[in-house]
């Protein structure tokens, strides 16, 4: 059963530190239409700007996520957004005075009471997912992190954290299903080293930082002196280091809080790839900027998502729809014209075929001996008679067969050789009327598209 989109039922309103700025900022969530996704919206400037929550839009990951368009920017989104995406929410326009959402606890965990307070209502539009086919990967080798996107049926995260510190070494999280987000990972505050927090107060950062509002580690020896000074610094009681090398000012809320905080972080960060996703996010050693580069990576696959022009998912184990034995019996092409192997999928309006090109095909003997090229010609030839299974499939009988009438806007973007496997795909464009069928065609070879065109075919009784 498809599942509909998801808005609020009324605005909530959150007050609190800007964490760097230092600035009081009112934040408001309040309910948007179908397919508006998550937007902010700058109310404290001229026009009152917005700004799309895309990766493509991001400008900065170095003390937290910031969103810039044409000179307006809006910074640490990353909680904001883990708590709407972790509720399992579509559509808000988040409004704010200031450059940036407040910091609150260090967690999502008041924002996602705000949203429980707000309520939450299913709107009169389907939700569309994308849904990972084969892995996704982002990679940075120098510095030990890897992100991978794998097929699942609802999205999950698993996250490992690495450190060189005696206090926080190897840390795991998972989360198997938003169910449990409210729960098990959103109130889990954010961490920060010691001497990390050091370097931002001495460089005018954390303005609207509070050692209540964030996991301070210490892994490193250090006075009660100097530990009385940095508290007055941010003029928070006297504190002292726990046996585990927390301050001890808080408890953890979970043994493996910073790995489940980390999570969190994805779980915003990933909202940033514009669009639900269905697969598990498996992160080592993740952070903001390596979060984002994934997001930027899956933004471009949703686009190719959206446009249809990604190339369909071939598992070459898999049982074909039509053999070729099949085929033979829909079409009356044979040897040397018969350009499918095999169909893999056949929907009501899609139809995927594939063409494995070897050296000893005919045509290379001429085209050409000593730089083998498989003519454009028959790539759209190839590219007609799958989409002529597409129709001749639907029929009652096989008393037909499809001519066409017409081929446009055929654009051939790379050469196909011996050994590639092509992928077809054509879709109907329009209903088929008065025995007329319109399609589009496209031809990949792996991920890139290497022909494409539009065909228009009539359906004839055979004599």
Known sequence: MAIKQKTLANPVTLTGKGLHTGCM?????????????????????????????????????????????????????EHTLAALNGMDIDNVLIETDAPETPILDGSAKLIVEAIEQAGVVDQDADRQYFEIKEPIFYRNEKNGVELVALPDDEFRVNTLVSYNSNVLSNQYAVLNSLV??????????????????????????????DLDNAIVIVDREISQEE???????????????????????????????????????????????????KGRIIATRPGHFSNVEFARILQKEIKKFKTKTFAPFYDPEATPVLNVVQIRELLPHRYPFLMVDKIIDIQEETIVGVKNVTVNEPFFQGHFPDEPVMPGVLLTEAMAQIGGLLVLNSLPDK??????????????????????????????????????????????????IVAEGEFMAQIVRNQ
């Open 25 to 77: 900022v009112t934040m408001t969530l309040k309910p948007a239409e179908v397919n508006f996704g998550f937007k902010f919206k700058r109310v404290d400037i001229d026009g009152q700007p917005v700004i799309d929550a895309l990766a493509s839009n991001v400008i900065d990951t170095s003390r937290g996520t910031v969103l810039e368009v044409e000179g307006v920017r809006i910074a640490t989104i």
């Open 180 to 209: 449990d987000f409210k729960d098990q990972i959103a109130k889990c505050r954010t961490f920060v080293f010691l001497h990390e927090l050091e370097f931002l107060l001495n460089n005018n950062l954390v303005k609207g930082g």
């Open 227 to 277: 530990l009385d000074r940095i508290a007055d610094l941010f003029k928070h009681e006297h504190v002292e280091v726990k046996p585990q090398g927390i301050l001890n000012n808080l408890d953890l809320r979970f043994e493996n809080e910073p790995a489940r905080h980390k999570l969190l972080d994805i779980v915003g960060d990933i909202a940033l790839a514009g669009m639900k996703i």
């Open 399 to 448: 008393g037909y067969s499809t001519y066409f009438m017409k081929i446009d806007n055929v654009k051939f973007r790379k050469k196909v050789g011996p050994g590639d496997t092509v992928i077809f795909k054509l879709e109907l464009t329009s209903p088929i009327r008065r025995g007329i069928a319109n399609m589009r065609g496209l031809a990949f070879v792996g991920n890139t």
